[in-house]
């Protein structure tokens, strides 16, 4: 049995190796969009804004091993593949956001311990 916290520390620390100092009010902006309006509009965001695949990119590969999730799939079309596995399960969508939250706020302080 692997243990989430761990593997959303590991995560963040990924993402934050990624980043540069520039990039925290990238982070702190994605984690208030992911508080206030959910886990499509986040990724939404990302995608929106410039550089972001350091983040995105680590993001979808620990949502994909996450077998509880069952999002076995990401390619390029990865917003349609989130919509498709979390749209009919609110349980799995509510995981997912305190997954997302707590790897985005371990890249934060990773980042600030630089």
Known sequence: MKLLDMECAKCGHK????????????????????????????????????????????????????????????????LQAIRERLSNNLNKLLFTKDLLERVMVYALYHLRAK
């Open 15 to 78: 993402i934050s190796e990624n980043c540069v100092k520039i990039d925290e009010p990238i982070l702190r902006n994605a984690i208030g969009v992911l508080k206030e309006d959910g886990v499509y509009a986040f990724f939404l965001f990302l995608g929106f804004k410039k550089k972001t695949s350091t983040i995105s990119y680590p993001l979808f590969e620990f949502l994909k091993n996450q077998p509880t999730l069952e999002i076995t799939e990401i390619n390029e079309n990865h």
